[in-house]
């Protein structure tokens, strides 16, 4: 009713069915339907494994990624908190 296709009809894909196949019952399918063996179809639908190698470039400005904590502000949400010391450094690093 808006937007670019306004006034056309516009089609949606949807599920036929609500089926859950499990791993077993596709490869009894795929081999009841087709002339594979099932450690055909086995080694067809292994699960991928992904790995994420970042390149150095990354990993370097992963590394360089510096932390530092606003205490006042950490005070001011949690409604008072601990005091400081007098003459404590606001700004330290409590990581490092």
């Known amino acids: ?7 056309q009809t516009v089609y949606f894909a949807q599920p036929k069915t609500e089926q859950y196949f ?3 019952m596709l490869i009894e399918r795929i081999v009841r339907e087709t002339s594979l063996s099932e450690g055909d179809v086995k080694n067809a639908l292994k699960t991928p494994k992904i790995v994420f190698t970042p390149k150095q470039k990354m990993r370097d400005a992963a590394n360089a990624v510096e932390l530092s904590i606003d205490r006042s502000a950490v005070k001011a949400s949690t409604g008072g908190g601990t005091a400081t010391e007098p003459g404590e450094d606001e700004t330290e690093n409590p990581l490092g």
Do not use: A
Request: proline content about 10%; cysteine-free.
């Open 1 to 7: 009713p808006i937007g670019t296709r306004k006034g």
């Open 22 to 24: 499990t791993n077993k």
